[in-house]
């Protein structure tokens, strides 16, 4: 490896390891969190410029700790805030020697969980929770969700700026919430863990790479990586049955990750994928942890999913993927949380178990403007058209469908999947 090249991974390592720890524990008792990112982000910055020139220091995630205190200290000095409680606390953080190999911040401990069950207060609307989590925990862009929620970059950002002022205006507290407060917090930090394993996931491609906090270019499939952390130290301290099942679900989905693509880089589908390439050993430590979620008695669509994708591995060992246990979990799923993305799961079910006619029923019953920029409907779309002998509207939904798709690798398998007769 060259020096570059070694700096390079140095710099990726310090923004996906110690991003999300360094904000959190800066944010913790100020409660300040754009003022942690803003010294995280100038840390980061100073290491995109000096890492290069001086070496990867011996301790970085101790070199960026001490780089963000002191950019969050010189800020608060310059603005004058009258907050004698947060530089007094400042003054008491660790001081982290730059060079030195000691004052980790794995020995500083993992707020990370404490600042995404912030980021699901009550006090906050429901909607920012997710988008909140993943651009403070995670650090992903605002312009790479705001499609994921169906507002604009602007829109988001703004929606952003206000949830953390309100947190520190607030004075919310950073903490895991009491039992009686979960109910109403945990869906928020297992749906933000969940869409950023879907980011991930959707980007886990050559063709997409894209800048991330601190100007270290970083591909968004250690996204995936992240979540599933983030949801083994969920799983940890809150074993809970949606807990697990969440986290089940993921590691279900990432066995197959080796599979997604063929030895020329083209994407794989699910159902033509070589088996031999799953990986066992996550797929056994998936089956276990949704063995232990359904002992808890207390069902949730996390485990529902799991259970989908349990039946999809089930085919390493029959060679067959049984559509009628789906189709039930499907049903299951919709009587849960009716969601369009589980509307078209079941349909596509369905078409396998009663053919092409009967999914139109159904497809054709969903409303236009809730699918019109849905990439999904149009491929199913595409496909019902194909079976049904309706060429020409099947060659329209095609175009859409490819108009929708951003990825060359994803364009070029729905081209090919798409033509056949």
């Not at 991330?212 to 301290?237: K, P, T």
Request: aromatic letters at 6%.
């Amino acid at each position: 490896m060259t020096h570059a090249h070694a700096i390079d991974a140095a710099l990726h390592a310090a923004a996906c390891e110690h991003r999300g720890r360094l904000v959190a524990l800066l944010a913790k008792r100020t409660r300040d969190i754009a003022a942690a990112e803003d010294a995280v982000a100038d840390a980061l910055t100073q290491a995109c410029a000096t890492w290069p020139r001086d070496g990867v220091p011996r301790n970085p995630a101790g070199w960026l700790l001490a780089v963000a205190r002191n950019r969050w200290h010189d800020a608060i000095r310059r603005a004058r805030v009258a907050a004698d409680f947060a530089v007094d606390w400042l003054h008491h953080l660790p001081q982290a020697h730059i060079d030195g190999d000691s004052d980790d911040l794995h020995a500083l401990g993992d707020e990370r969980l404490a600042l995404m069950f912030v980021c699901a207060h009550p006090a906050l609307n429901s909607p920012i929770h997710a988008p909140l989590m993943l651009q403070v925990v995670l650090g992903v862009p605002v312009e790479r969700m705001a499609g994921l929620f169906l507002v604009s970059p602007g829109t988001l950002g703004q929606r952003l700026s206000r949830a953390k002022a309100k947190i520190l205006d607030a004075g919310i507290a950073f903490e895991i919430p009491a039992p009686e407060q979960l109910p109403g917090r945990l869906p928020g930090v297992l749906d933000a863990i969940y869409a950023a394993y879907g980011l991930g996931w959707s980007a886990d491609g050559p063709d997409e790479v894209t800048p991330r906090s601190g100007g270290v270019n970083d591909s968004f499939s250690s996204l995936a990586a992240e979540a599933i952390g983030l949801a083994r130290l969920l799983a940890a301290q809150l074993p809970q049955a949606e807990v697990l099942g969440l986290l089940a679900l993921m590691l279900w989905c990432e066995s197959r990750s080796a599979a997604r693509r063929d030895i020329t880089g083209q994407f794989v589908p699910l159902e033509h994928q070589d088996v031999t390439r799953w990986d066992r050993s996550l797929m056994d430590e998936a089956a276990n942890l949704l063995v232990r979620a359904s002992r808890a008695g207390q069902p949730g669509r996390y485990q529902l999913e799991a259970a989908i994708q349990s039946v999809h591995a089930r085919r390493a060992n029959t060679g067959q993927t049984d559509w009628e246990a789906l189709a039930l979990l499907y049903r299951g799923l919709l009587s849960w949380s009716p969601t369009l993305g589980y509307q078209l799961g079941f349909i596509s079910v369905l078409a396998r178990l009663e053919g092409a006619h009967a999914a139109w029923e159904h497809l054709s019953a969903l409303p236009l403007e809730t699918v019109r920029t849905y990439q999904p409907y149009w491929v199913l779309r595409a496909h019902l058209h194909r079976a049904r002998g309706q060429q020409p509207e099947a060659e329209h939904a095609q175009s859409v469908a490819l108009g929708l798709t951003r990825r060359a690798t994803i364009r070029q398998h729905l081209s090919r999947m798409l033509s056949v007769p």
